[in-house]
């Protein structure tokens, strides 16, 4: 057999026709552990962002195959929605499934969508879009506008700790060496490790427990990277038909995160 048969190239312009799934049941001493590091009360309803974790294996396995057009370590994770079209409990077995669509070109490179999807009950209850962008030297959709509006009114102050980018790889699988430690940080080209995106965007929907709807949807831009340890202040605040929320650096209002919850017009049966 021919060896070079066996080896996969990269096809920066494609994107792998395939999706994987899996079954998975719930853990429920690691939905608590996720809940402590993320803020959340400990309850059997899953956050909005846990199946993202139970989902992210899959998403790693499509993204290290040859057939991908990218190289892990050189993504960045921009934004992110999530569709929870009715609450989901512990105890229900979910069926998962992962694939990558929406090759677009972006200012600064070229971005991909991971979707992921749980079905319970023999219909889908939760979707997931996570944006990697891709850099590169030349993007091709042209100059992005360097802006920085005021932050918003804080309605709370975190004291982010220096590990949490460990506890928060424990919990989420998530073991990028960029969140680790300062010294894995340096190597890949940031002073002090950084939070995870995902783990901002869990902690602002912990701040918002009690006033989240049964059916909504989240979506979120992750901005500049949130050094660690770091203090950072959080704002919510009702904006037309959407409930805003930010995160940004308590002395100096650089953004780390932007988002909108959009209640669904009726939770799914």
């Given at each position: 057999m021919?060896?070079l048969r066996?080896v996969?190239?990269?096809?920066p312009d494609?994107?792998p026709?395939?999706?994987?799934?899996?079954?998975?049941s719930?853990?429920?001493?690691?939905?608590?552990?996720?809940d402590?590091?993320?803020?959340?009360?400990?309850?059997d309803?899953?956050p909005?962002?846990?199946?993202?974790?139970?989902?992210?294996?899959?998403?790693?396995?499509?993204?290290a195959?040859?057939?991908f057009?990218?190289?892990v370590?050189?993504?960045?994770?921009?934004?992110?929605?999530?569709?929870?079209?009715?609450p989901l409990?512990?105890?229900?077995?979910?069926?998962l499934r992962?694939?990558?669509?929406?090759?677009?070109?972006?200012p600064r490179g070229?971005?991909?969508?991971?979707?992921a999807?749980?079905?319970?009950?023999?219909?889908?209850?939760?979707?997931d879009r996570?944006?990697?962008?891709?850099?590169?030297?030349a993007?091709?959709?042209g100059?992005?506008?360097?802006?920085?509006?005021?932050?918003p009114?804080?309605?709370?102050?975190?004291?982010?700790?220096?590990?949490i980018?460990?506890?928060y790889a424990?919990?989420?699988?998530?073991?990028?060496p960029?969140?680790?430690?300062?010294?894995?940080?340096?190597?890949?080209g940031?002073?002090?490790?950084i939070?995870?995106g995902m783990?901002t965007?869990?902690?602002?929907?912990?701040?918002?427990q009690g006033?989240?709807?049964?059916?909504?949807?989240?979506?979120?831009?992750?901005?500049l990277?949130?050094?660690?340890p770091?203090?950072?202040?959080?704002?919510?605040w009702?904006q037309?038909a959407?409930?805003?929320?930010?995160?940004?650096?308590?002395?100096?209002?650089?953004?780390?995160?932007t988002g909108?919850v959009?209640?669904a017009?009726?939770?799914?049966a």
């Amino acid at each position: 057999m021919n060896p070079l048969r066996l080896v996969r190239i990269r096809r920066p312009d494609e994107l792998p026709e395939r999706e994987l799934t899996r079954k998975v049941s719930v853990d429920r001493e690691h939905l608590a552990a996720y809940d402590r590091v993320c803020g959340f009360r400990l309850r059997d309803e899953l956050p909005a962002t846990y199946p993202h974790v139970l989902a992210f294996p899959l998403a790693m396995e499509l993204m290290a195959a040859r057939d991908f057009p990218f190289g892990v370590l050189g993504l960045v994770h921009v934004a992110n929605q999530i569709e929870q079209l009715r609450p989901l409990d512990a105890g229900e077995p979910l069926g998962l499934r992962v694939w990558a669509e929406n090759l677009a070109t972006h200012p600064r490179g070229r971005t991909v969508d991971i979707v992921a999807e749980a079905c319970a009950g023999g219909a889908v209850a939760w979707r997931d879009r996570s944006t990697y962008l891709r850099r590169e030297r030349a993007g091709k959709g042209g100059s992005e506008p360097r802006r920085r509006e005021d932050p918003p009114a804080a309605s709370a102050e975190w004291r982010v700790p220096g590990d949490i980018g460990r506890r928060y790889a424990a919990v989420s699988g998530d073991r990028n060496p960029i969140h680790l430690s300062g010294l894995s940080a340096r190597l890949l080209g940031q002073p002090r490790a950084i939070a995870h995106g995902m783990w901002t965007l869990a902690r602002s929907l912990a701040a918002l427990q009690g006033t989240l709807p049964a059916a909504y949807t989240v979506e979120a831009a992750f901005k500049l990277p949130l050094p660690l340890p770091a203090t950072v202040a959080f704002a919510a605040w009702p904006q037309e038909a959407e409930r805003r929320f930010a995160v940004h650096d308590a002395r100096s209002g650089k953004p780390h995160l932007t988002g909108a919850v959009t209640v669904a017009a009726s939770p799914a049966a």
